[in-house]
């Protein structure tokens, strides 16, 4: 095929293309607060998270984030992110459990999180709320699951949340209006290359 028919065709099918892509975007006329569940035992669940955080900055909205189970206070999102006007940022939790080994800590832990998490799920002011590794509070029994969806469900109208964490709970992605699932293909870790800054932390 010479170059100025495959032109052609390409033209064609972009035209073709382009018809089914204006309908779509014409037939979504709702707007409304969005609940976003990524999920899955890949790597990037938080870092996408935390990209809609500076996504939601941009557009100058008002962001809650809430970071259950890590501990860690020197990673690079909240030393940027959390020091950015418009964000409140909460880092609740006190390790891996693995590393406490105490399931009472780890539920009264999980409490003090969620309460923090609840007064911005009520709060309309909070545009954006993420809710980091909340998936693990389920899973574990930390905290009751029909509280913590009916608190989602609930929510104001315009409110975005976003709740990370590998092995989502069929509720969860039920409930959720969006659910993005990360697969682990290869890590570094597995190779033996520590927490990187900056990839990592």
Do not use: C
């Not at 037939?27 to 890949?42: F, K, P, Q, S």
């Amino acid at each position: 095929m010479n170059e100025p028919d495959r032109n052609t065709r390409h033209a064609a099918r972009m035209a073709r293309k382009k018809t089914v892509v204006d309908a779509a975007i014409a037939a979504a006329t709702d707007e409304r607060g969005l609940l976003l569940v990524i999920t899955g035992n890949g790597k990037g669940k938080s870092t996408s998270a935390f990209g809609m955080v500076a996504r939601a900055l941009g557009h100058g909205m008002k962001v809650g984030v809430v970071q259950f189970i890590k501990g860690r206070t020197d990673t690079g999102e909240e030393a940027f992110l959390g020091r950015q006007p418009g964000v409140e940022w909460h880092v609740t939790g006190d390790g891996f459990t693995w590393d406490t080994q105490n399931r009472a800590q780890d539920i009264a832990t999980a409490e003090r999180g969620w309460a923090i998490a609840a007064r911005m799920l009520a709060d309309p002011a909070y545009q954006l709320v993420v809710l980091d590794e909340l998936t693990y509070l389920l899973s574990y029994g930390y905290l009751d699951s029909d509280t913590v969806l009916d608190a989602l469900a609930n929510r104001p109208a315009m409110q975005h949340v976003v709740v990370t964490g590998r092995g989502a709970s069929e509720a969860l992605i039920e409930l959720a209006d969006t659910v993005s699932i990360i697969a682990d293909e290869k890590h570094a870790f597995r190779a033996g290359v520590k927490a990187q800054p900056g990839v990592d932390l």
